[in-house]
């Protein structure tokens, strides 16, 4: 078996960003910013971070997308698996994503599904 850890072995050490950039808590919300390439690679850490967030039981959880740079299925999937993990569905909802990621929202139908808003501010003063 292969030792270290997955940016290792596929040769991005140094290279990709951490895919959760931080966390906030504001006055019942959550904010999880994640960052740069959201995929197979690392969809582990992003699942880890929302399910954390979910079981918070927050009024509202924000993930703003403003730095993701790509998504693909898998990470797509961790979106769709931690928005029935919060009691409130409506609650959860994607903020700011960039061109790509919006089209990876399209082509998949999930605009359709999740509260996509265009900007932080508008998902923080969405109603839930």
């Given at each position: 078996?292969?030792e270290?850890?997955?940016?290792?072995?596929?040769?991005?050490?140094?290279?990709?960003?951490?895919?959760?950039?931080?966390?906030s808590?504001?006055?019942?919300?959550?904010?999880v910013?994640?960052a740069g390439?959201?995929?197979?690679?690392?969809?582990?850490?992003?699942?880890?971070?929302?399910?954390?967030?979910?079981?918070?039981?927050?009024?509202r959880?924000?993930?703003?997308?403003?730095?993701?740079?790509?998504?693909?299925?898998t990470?797509?999937?961790?979106?769709?698996?931690?928005?029935?993990?919060?009691?409130?569905?409506?609650?959860?909802?994607l903020?700011?994503?960039?061109?790509?990621?919006?089209?990876?929202?399209?082509?998949?139908?999930?605009?359709?599904?999740?509260?996509?808003?265009?900007?932080?501010?508008?998902?923080?003063?969405?109603?839930?």
């Amino acid at each position: 078996m292969a030792e270290g850890n997955d940016a290792t072995r596929d040769g991005t050490s140094g290279i990709r960003e951490d895919p959760v950039a931080g966390i906030s808590r504001n006055d019942g919300s959550v904010i999880v910013s994640l960052a740069g390439e959201l995929d197979l690679y690392n969809a582990h850490e992003v699942r880890e971070a929302l399910l954390e967030c979910c079981a918070e039981a927050p009024n509202r959880l924000v993930v703003d997308l403003s730095a993701v740079k790509f998504i693909d299925s898998t990470a797509l999937g961790v979106l769709i698996e931690a928005r029935t993990k919060l009691e409130n569905r409506r609650g959860f909802l994607l903020a700011a994503p960039g061109l790509e990621t919006k089209r990876a929202l399209e082509i998949s139908g999930l605009d359709r599904h999740f509260a996509v808003h265009d900007s932080l501010d508008a998902a923080l003063d969405a109603s839930v």
